[in-house]
């Protein structure tokens, strides 16, 4: 598969490339172009980039637009900060680890201590509301034990409402 | 506990202690370079061994599939850190100066660092997570696209055809940057 692909590289330039060999294998360099970084990773087995060296060798543009990438690859390399040394968990997160894998339960409370802390004021004031409740209930429960009336001979609590202007009772209209 | 489950449970920290040793320091150059921030990655290095611990099933001891396995976990943890600050631009953003200024500014002031270098890591800033996932692995840790393949669940022609067009990206952006 690689023979003709090669061969065919190898014939393009004297097909109908320039004599730079800078275009004139357009599809070529198409094709060629997306497996630059593959073949400057040394992802390309060595049937494969040796296709594409040869169409380096022979085609300037695909040879600037590999010089390109290269540049790219190395400045990336050359970015200092986190690449750089042997990095360690801290102390502290080696400690959370242990704790989270022993102890769950106080390490997710440890994790989301603010959750934790919002459900415990919310708990801590439905509690104070009800106690309040309960206490105001006592008392109205106390104060209806202090006006009870209790009526003697038959008698009911009910009293007769009474016309404002005549003082009659106004549902019987003064007829007893 | 019984004796027999104590000495396995025993058994099975001594090999996450050995396993967390081995990956600590390549997992926190990598969560680092994800979140921009030192100390977002240890905490999402963390919390990528605790999910090991609970949820690893398969054999303990360093391997490719663990490997693969943690940078994975690795990965999401560093997205859901991300998202839990809610601000998830701003953040990247915010954490990415703070770095770009800690380092960055530091190094090129005592001409540790190239221009070109600075414009690199201004522009690998630029790409989506995804993108910057890719770049990553291939030029930092050096993985090879089945190994990325692994780690990120994409194909491997796909982690080509991303990885060629965000190099593609990163090139045309440091161009921007120099003119």
Request: include cysteine; charged fraction near 30%; proline fraction near 4%.
């Amino acid at each position: 598969m690689n023979q003709p692909e090669d061969s065919r590289a190898r014939g393009k330039p004297r097909d109908g490339g320039r004599a730079d060999g800078s275009s004139g294998c357009r599809t070529r360099c198409e094709e060629i172009q997306p497996l630059l970084l593959d073949f400057l990773t040394r992802e390309l087995g060595g049937a494969r980039a040796d296709v594409i060296r040869e169409h380096l060798r022979r085609c300037s543009a695909c040879r600037a637009a590999a010089s390109e990438m290269q540049a790219t690859v190395e400045a990336l390399r050359r970015v200092p900060g986190a690449g750089e040394g042997d990095q360690k968990l801290s102390e502290k997160h080696r400690a959370r680890i242990l704790k989270s894998i022993t102890h769950p339960i106080l390490a997710w409370m440890d994790r989301h201590h603010v959750l934790v802390s919002i459900i415990v004021v919310i708990v801590a004031a439905l509690a104070v509301f009800a106690l309040l409740r309960r206490v105001r209930l006592l008392k109205e429960d106390h104060a209806s034990h202090i006006t009870v009336t209790i009526g003697v001979g038959g008698e009911t609590d009910e009293q007769p409402k009474l016309d404002p202007v005549s003082g009659r009772d106004s549902e019987t209209g003064g007829v007893p | 506990m019984s004796p027999d489950a104590q000495k396995k449970r025993d058994r099975k920290l001594a090999a996450f202690d050995a396993i967390v040793s081995a990956y600590e320091g390549p997992l926190l150059r990598y969560a680092t370079r994800l979140v921009w921030h030192h100390d977002a990655a240890q905490n999402v290095v963390q919390d990528a061994f605790v999910r090991l611990f609970q949820k690893w099933d398969g054999p303990w001891e360093p391997c490719p599939k663990l490997s693969a396995w943690l940078y994975r976990v690795t990965h999401n943890c560093a997205v859901d850190y991300l998202r839990r600050e809610q601000r998830l631009e701003w953040f990247r953003l915010k954490h990415a100066e703070d770095w770009h200024k800690s380092h960055i500014d530091c190094a090129s002031r005592s001409g540790d660092i190239s221009d070109e270098a600075a414009r690199a890591a201004e522009a690998l800033r630029k790409l989506s997570l995804r993108e910057q996932q890719l770049v990553i692995l291939k030029v930092y840790e050096g993985r090879s696209y089945e190994e990325i393949s692994q780690i990120t669940g994409l194909s491997a022609g796909n982690v080509g055809f991303i990885l060629h067009h965000a190099m593609k990206k990163l090139g045309e952006i440091m161009k921007k940057g120099s003119t």
